[in-house]
């Protein structure tokens, strides 16, 4: 029986657009594009599918995205990072092994699930689901990437007899690129969490090919949403936060003074204490809006 495909791999598959993606299956589409460099590629026949492994560069390092065509036209994607490329291939030998071991396809002896040996992969919030299947159709490698937290879900489908040819193809880009992803090396901070009456919030830092980002999760209990911050601009995300801060502070410090009628104890001309020069904004913690103690 020919190994022709998955019949499945349809299934999540999207159209792939080149540009505007990172290594993370993130989608930039905004008009503000990172500048990527195509450092090398090479093309794979196998059966009536073509393969594409692309090198790719942009200013955070280096990874491979690989794109698969079916023969309908169809096309999917993953991204690997350099060392995720390195992992996936000494995989690709234990499959290919375990898979010249195997007999004649029987449609009798076949899981449920049709699942005949599985890996996974993480990376960073990116993880790599392996499964060797068998459906009627015959024996394939399934190769799932997700996004933690939510975030698309691609996947491509590799006939089994092209395992081998697959692997050479990516050990060859391996061997004259390296496995260096690039980038921050050190260890990112832990995440943290905040609970405000009914709601979570959840800090997350993280990293893929465009760099160190911090991404903020509000939970509630059949709610959820997020945003995700770069860290080059962390500094002025913090700066407007504490300007509004700063303002609301002082605006309910105004709101306090209308209705007590005069200013506000500790400030200029106190009714019924020693009059003391206002606090500089630099006295006033902006984020709680409360004025240290004078000694």
């Known amino acids: 029986m020919s190994d022709i495909g998955s019949g499945d791999e349809g299934i999540n598959s999207q159209k792939y657009h080149g540009q505007g993606m990172d290594a993370g299956g993130n989608n930039f589409d905004s008009g503000q594009q990172p500048q990527e460099q195509e450092l090398a590629t ?21 990874f491979i995205k690989v794109a698969e065509i079916g023969a309908d036209g169809r096309r999917s994607q993953i991204f690997l990072a350099m060392s995720t490329a390195a992992e996936f291939r000494d995989h690709l030998s234990s499959f290919s092994d375990f898979y010249s071991s195997l007999g004649p396809p029987n449609p ?20 790599y689901y392996l499964d060797l299947k068998e459906n009627s159709r015959g024996r394939f490698l399934r190769v799932s990437q997700t996004i933690t937290r939510g975030g698309p879900r691609s996947q491509i489908a590799l006939p089994a007899q092209g395992m081998i040819e697959f692997r050479d193809a990516l050990t060859d880009l391996l061997d004259d690129f390296g496995t260096d992803d690039g980038g921050f090396k050190g260890e990112l901070p832990e995440g943290r969490h905040l609970r405000v009456d009914n709601k979570n919030f959840y800090f997350d830092i993280g990293q893929n090919n465009r760099g160190i980002y911090m991404k903020v999760s509000e939970v509630k209990s059949n709610f959820r949403t997020a945003i995700t911050v770069p860290e080059k601009c962390w500094t002025r995300f913090r700066d407007i936060l504490a300007d509004y801060c700063d303002k609301m502070c002082r605006a309910h410090q105004q709101n306090a003074e209308n209705h007590q009628g005069g200013p506000i104890p500790g400030g200029s001309g106190v009714r019924g204490g020693p009059s003391q020069p206002a606090p500089s904004s630099s006295d006033i913690d902006t984020f709680s809006c409360n004025v240290p103690n004078r000694i």
């Open 42 to 62: 090479k093309m794979l026949q196998i059966q009536s599918k073509r393969f594409y492994l692309d090198v790719k560069q942009n200013r955070r390092g280096r």
């Open 108 to 127: 009798d002896n076949v899981p449920d699930d049709g699942k005949l040996k599985s890996e996974m992969m993480l990376k960073d919030n990116r993880r």
